[in-house]
């Protein structure tokens, strides 16, 4: 027989259907949150590049954030850094295909230039912005998914896109206010010249194996190239002795890196020449460049690109030429703020306050009305129990940083009016405006400007 449930027993149930608090989670390690107002500061960089890109003829690509494994490999070179160790990969379970979340977009852009025959027509000049992965030790300006912003000019042989390419990040530094960036220039020639240099190069460090450190004799006969760009102090004598590339360029090669100085010097954009900047992808040839720092430690390089003529090939796709670079987002804005010119984040224009909520069809209405004419408004919102004292409005319209704010008071609707108030001057000086005029009443004290006092109606 089944006994009745007593009090004591229900209780228990009760207690146990009860959902137990879980533990909270938090972001991948290296992979952090944007929150605001940080990520006004975000905008703020993005727009500047929209804004730039659009002058100079550059259109915006989006391609997705995870590619064929084998596009990295076949582009960018199977025994470098990223590809060896730095790469997020992982096998698709529906279909078994090897699939790689990016580490960087240039691979990305060309695939998706080849897919859709985007070179049919002539050469284009594209841009992207969005997030990339590595899988590396998060440090200061370098996180597992970090952010890059890229121009390419596909399609165009000549040195003057190079030139073009390099002026349109020196722009952008200016434009942001960006200080102590210095510009690294090197050409890689043609393959034939490099595979010359590779000779004597490797015949150079063979004779210095000794100094050798591991991760150079791996890559003795792999890659010796990416040796030149070693930070082992003890191995910096033999680096410097090393041939240089440049040295085993031939006519072509060197009247194109010529031609590159030659624009750079009637613009005014000084440059050094570094005979060790190879860049980290195999998939560059002729010029080099970096936009490298001494205020971000060991990460100084913001700005990084090249010419590639291969890689269109590589793909699959006819053989063409083209040139481009990235930058990376967290490093610039970290050089910002280190050097104390980012800006702050900008409040909106008006905090509509509301006394009471039978106001807020009005309310609606009127912000409405301003948001249409562009202006920014945050309204109050109201808590279960109401709208909240006028004092505690105050304190939020404060801290939003509004300019404004607009007073939907009862007494004043009742007249057909609302009170205007500076909020960023001293004397907090305010008026009643009728509810027609308020649009144009709000533009003119934004461009007076709150920090200039207005006489009360």
């Known amino acids: 027989m089944t006994s009745e449930p007593t009090q004591n027993n229900v209780a228990e149930t009760v207690k146990s259907s009860k959902p137990t608090k879980a533990q909270a989670l938090t ?3 290296g992979m952090n949150d944007l929150l605001p107002p940080a990520s ?16 100079h003829a550059y259109r915006n690509l989006r391609t997705p954030i995870v590619e064929p494994t084998a596009l990295f490999v076949r582009g960018l070179g199977e025994v470098t850094d990223i590809v060896e160790k730095e790469m997020y990969s992982f096998e698709d379970r529906l279909n078994g295909e090897q699939l790689t979340l990016r580490p960087e977009s240039t691979a990305g852009v060309v695939r998706a230039v080849v897919e859709h025959n985007m070179l ?5 000049r594209l841009y992207y912005m969005g997030p990339m992965f590595r899988h590396e030790r998060p440090q200061r300006g370098r996180y597992r998914q970090f952010h890059q912003i890229g121009a390419e000019a596909l399609g165009f042989p000549g040195a003057e896109v190079d030139a073009e390419l390099i002026l349109l990040a020196a722009t952008l530094w200016q434009e942001l206010g960006l200080q102590d960036v210095r510009l690294e220039l090197n050409s890689l ?27 150079a004799k791996r890559r003795l006969y792999s890659n010796p190239l990416r040796i030149l760009d070693t930070k082992n102090p003890s191995m910096q004598a033999v680096v410097e002795a090393a041939p240089k ?12 890196f010529n031609a590159v100085k030659a624009i750079l010097d009637a613009s005014g954009v000084a440059y050094r020449i570094n005979p060790r900047l190879v860049r980290g992808m195999d998939y560059y040839n002729l010029t080099v460049f970096e936009f490298v720092t001494d205020r971000l430690g060991s990460q100084g ?6 010419r590639y003529d291969y890689l269109i090939e590589q793909v699959g ?9 990235a930058l990376g987002v967290e490093r610039v804005l970290e050089l910002l703020k280190d050097q104390g010119t980012l800006p702050e984040a900008v409040g909106p224009d008006v905090y509509a306050i509301v006394p009471d909520a039978a106001a807020l069809p009005v309310v609606f209405q009127t912000i409405q009305i301003l948001r249409a004419h562009g202006m920014s408004v945050q309204m109050h919102a109201g808590s279960g129990e109401g709208m909240g004292s006028m004092k505690s409005q105050f304190k939020k319209a404060d801290v939003s ?38 649009p144009t009443r709000v533009a003119a004290k934004l461009s007076q400007g709150a920090s200039q006092p207005q006489s009360s109606a």
């Open 27 to 29: 972001a991948v390690k």
């Open 317 to 325: 796709g006819k053989p063409a030429p083209a040139v481009g670079w």
């Open 189 to 215: 020639g043609q393959p034939d010249e490099r595979a010359a240099h590779r000779t004597a190069l490797i015949a150079h460090l063979q004779a210095h194996a000794d100094v050798l450190d591991e991760e």
């Open 40 to 55: 006004a500061q975000w905008e703020w960089l993005e727009d500047k590049v929209r804004g730039l890109m659009a002058r």
């Open 120 to 124: 049919y027509d002539g050469g284009k």
């Open 245 to 256: 590339l440049i040295d085993f360029l031939g006519d072509a090669s060197l009247a194109h």
């Open 401 to 438: 940083g509004a300019q404004l704010a607009l007073i939907f008071g009862g007494d004043e609707l009742a007249r057909g009016e609302v009170t205007l108030k500076s909020l960023r001057d001293g004397a907090g000086a305010q008026e009643a405006v009728p509810l027609a005029d308020v």
């Open 301 to 306: 390089t913001i700005c990084g690109g090249g």
